[in-house]
């Protein structure tokens, strides 16, 4: 199985701040890489497919790079309705592995 | 507007079973593949199984081979996950989810609002 592993676990940040989130894979998986956010008690929400391509719908702040093992999730410019937890998630290969999520929490 | 609503979930012995619906409306659902995600409480998401829109191309998570059963019924418009010798560890929140399968890229784009299957004495 193809492991994800996301960093960091847990970030604060202001509003108007820049964030980053990466996620690595254990083999390289082209750019099959999705990414996704869930608030407490909701289902995930789709923010980026195909490691960079922008679900429709989603606010450009939002922008996604990186292919083979390495990928990171950008917010230009952070907003409150930002808080929640991000998912990257590899559909290279079966079974379609998930990041242990990254908790983002506004200052 | 597209629709996913999962039901069936509960409380369950050890050892017994349950039969998750996920009701789709909105979309032509016999043209997508469909997938199962659960997630246990305070973890992450765990991908559990998948179906083609035709029926086949069937793949389960090694944890739940032999146990559980994915199937469809697109006359329906409903998918199901026939859970068997259920443990404790299948604690979670269940999720159906759409793929959107851009030529052979899976995402998924739509999501149902989950529900919750404890398995406990």
């Known amino acids: 199985d193809i492991q994800m592993t996301q960093s960091p676990s847990s970030l604060s940040a202001s509003v108007g701040d820049r964030v980053t989130i990466t996620c690595r894979a254990s083999q390289s998986i082209s750019n099959y890489l999705n990414w996704y956010q869930q608030k407490p008690g909701k289902a995930p929400k789709l923010l980026i497919y195909t490691a960079s391509s922008l679900q429709s719908g989603v606010p450009s702040r939002f922008s996604g790079s990186g292919s083979g093992t390495d990928f990171t999730l950008t917010i230009s410019s952070l907003q409150p309705e930002d808080s929640a937890t991000y998912f990257c998630?590899?559909?290279?290969?079966?079974?379609?592995?998930f990041g242990q999520g990254t908790n983002l929490e506004i200052k | 507007e597209v629709q996913l609503v999962e039901s069936g979930g509960g409380l369950v012995q050890p050892g017994g079973s349950l039969r998750l619906s996920c009701a789709a409306s909105g979309f032509t659902f016999s043209r997508y593949w469909m997938h199962w995600v659960r997630q246990a409480p305070g973890k992450g998401l765990v991908w559990v199984s998948r179906?083609?829109?035709?029926?086949?191309?069937?793949r389960y998570a090694d944890s739940v081979k032999g146990r559980f059963t994915i199937s469809r019924d697109n006359a329906k418009n409903t998918l199901y996950l026939q859970m068997n010798s259920l443990r404790a560890e299948d604690t979670a929140v269940y999720y159906c989810?759409?793929?959107?399968?851009?030529?052979?890229?899976?995402?998924?784009?739509?999501w149902g609002q989950g529900t919750l299957v404890t398995v406990s004495s």
């Open positions: 989810a759409r793929d959107e399968d851009l030529g052979g890229y899976s995402n998924f784009d739509y």
């Open positions: 179906i083609k829109s035709d029926g086949t191309y069937i």
């Open positions: 998630q590899q559909t290279y290969s079966i079974p379609y592995t």
